[in-house]
């Protein structure tokens, strides 16, 4: 591992101001991804700026009836927030969904939503990848890609993105805010991440050295009706390979709004916007749910080894929105 400076940093301007123009320092969350991929040797920081000691550990209600996330707020503390469970409780089911109890205690809500992808070829240095090394190639494409997406993607890079927590706030909308040293600056999530294209290798909007300072929630009462579902492959301590953040308000048999997110189908949460018009209006019956996923899947490319991933998703979507549907009903 190179060797590499490291300074903490107690309020926002300070961490900005240490991070500074160095495109070779980075911030230091929980570390259980960063830590992983200067030991592989993917990443070589020169500096790392701890933010753990920010005063940006707090979920706050926000004067017009949402939530407002500290980026350092561990998993393990979002998880457990009383308005949290109440309020939006997909997001509490994906954050335990996510890595262990002493990963989600380490882990902060900045560092999740810049998680780097789990493709193999990435974190191994004999590989091409053009993630990592723009212009090399993606040996994914004809080699190991079963939990590769299948929305989304390009001949350039078919990585998925890996976090839960993600997938949740899709669904209900949130706002990224940070900072830099010009000022501060807000990215819905729907705009947070780029789409592949040609530059898999730049992965948000995030302006150079922007610090994240914490997630916003609009407030939303069909959130309080909402399920996270992780399909993976063992019990616990694994990445999705499939899942699904949905929420639903149903009146007289009738769908009146509805949020659908997938997850590990795309390089970002796909908000299932097709699947959603399809839905509201419509009668709330597996038939219906069935022909949105459907309508939003249409749109899968799949690979060789991935096209199981489309009925995973259509089963996903016609079994928890049946599920919420009972739940209202109640
Ligand atoms: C074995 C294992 C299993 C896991 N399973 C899951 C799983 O099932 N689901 C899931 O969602 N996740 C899973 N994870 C991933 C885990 O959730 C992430 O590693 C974690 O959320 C990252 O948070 P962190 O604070 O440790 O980030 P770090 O590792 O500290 O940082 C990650 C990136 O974010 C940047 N960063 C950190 N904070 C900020 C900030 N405030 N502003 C700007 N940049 C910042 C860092 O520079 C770095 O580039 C797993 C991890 C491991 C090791
Ligand atoms: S899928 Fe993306 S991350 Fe994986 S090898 Fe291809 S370019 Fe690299």
């Not at 040996?139 to 078919?158: K, T, W």
């Not at 706002?175 to 294209?197: C, I, K, N, R």
Request: proline residues 7%.
């Amino acid at each position: 591992m190179r060797e590499f400076d490291y300074q903490r940093a107690f309020d926002v301007p300070g961490a900005v101001a240490l991070l500074g123009a160095d495109p070779d320092a980075r911030f230091l969350g929980g570390g259980t991804n960063l830590v992983d991929l200067m030991k592989s040797g993917v990443e070589r920081p020169g500096r790392l700026v701890d933010v753990r000691e920010l005063p940006l550990d707090l979920v706050e209600p926000t004067p017009e009836g949402g939530l407002r996330i500290g980026a350092t707020v561990t998993n393990s503390d979002l998880a457990v927030h009383p308005d949290v469970r109440r309020r939006y409780p997909a997001l509490a089911q994906a954050v335990l969904a996510g890595a262990s109890g002493q990963l989600r205690n380490m882990a902060t809500v900045g560092g999740n939503l810049l998680q780097r992808t789990r493709c193999g070829y990435f974190t191994d240095l004999a590989q091409p990848c053009n993630k990592r090394l723009p212009g090399s190639g993606c040996p994914a494409v004809e080699g190991e890609h079963h939990n590769h997406a299948i929305l989304g993607a390009s001949a350039h890079c078919v990585a998925t993105h890996p976090s839960d927590m993600a997938v949740a706030l899709a669904a209900f909308d949130a706002v990224v805010s940070y900072e830099t040293a010009d000022g501060e600056g807000e990215l819905a999530l729907a705009d947070f991440y780029l789409p592949v294209g040609d530059t898999p290798h730049r992965e948000t909007a995030l302006p150079p050295g922007a610090l994240i300072t914490g997630v916003t929630l609009p407030p939303s009462p069909v959130a309080a009706v909402s399920r996270y579902r992780k399909v993976r492959e063992r019990a616990s301590y694994a990445f999705a390979i499939g899942s699904l953040a949905a929420a639903l308000d149903v009146q007289d048999g009738v769908v009146r709004e509805v949020r659908l997110a997938f997850g590990a189908v795309a390089s970002r949460p796909w908000r299932a916007r097709t699947a959603e018009r399809a839905l509201t209006g419509r009668p709330a019956s597996a038939e219906a749910f069935a022909a949105a996923a459907d309508a939003e899947l249409g749109a899968a490319e799949v690979l060789p080894h991935n096209g199981y991933k489309v009925p995973l998703l259509r089963n996903l979507v016609v079994a928890v929105l049946t599920e919420l549907t009972e739940e209202a009903a109640r």
